[in-house]
Nanobody, 123 residues
Framework: QVQLVESGGGSVQAGGSLRLSCTRSGYTYSFSRMGWFRQGTGKEREGVATIAGDGSTSYADSVKGRFTISKDNAKNTLYLQLNSLKPEDTAMYYC?????????????????WGQGTQVTVSS
């Protein structure tokens, strides 16, 4: 059974930074497609960033230039660096994994999900 556990969320002021981590445990399968999603209160879940098996990345327009996705395969860990945070970035952030190769910002492209970590940005 695969488990994804997020950490690193917290409360920061606008303009601040956070680094989220997502550690994979359980079945040691190489998941090529990994992504970060977020869901604010009363909003739909949206794809934020994704990384493909070849390391290529894609981002939602709302976070381009501010967020950076990366992964350390040796540590089975996915990261999301959040810089220049805005109040509208406030949400629960989830990591997701799938055996597919190419990255995707659609939630239906992922088989495994973590429980989420809360990010709150105050103005």
């Amino acid at each position: 059974q695969v488990q994804l556990v997020e950490s690193g969320g917290g409360s920061v002021q606008a303009g601040g930074s956070l680094r989220l981590s997502c550690t994979r445990s359980g079945y040691t399968y190489s998941f090529s497609r990994m992504g970060w999603f977020r869901q604010g209160t009363g909003k739909e879940r949206e794809g934020v960033a994704t990384i493909a098996g070849d390391g290529s990345t894609s981002y939602a327009d709302s976070v381009k230039g501010r967020f950076t996705i990366s992964k350390d395969n040796a540590k089975n860990t996915l990261y999301l660096q959040l810089n220049s945070l805005k109040p509208e970035d406030t949400a629960m952030y989830y990591c997701a994994a799938d055996s597919g190769f190419w990255g995707a910002l659609r939630s239906d492209a992922y088989s495994y999900w973590g429980q989420g970590t809360q990010v709150t940005v105050s103005s």
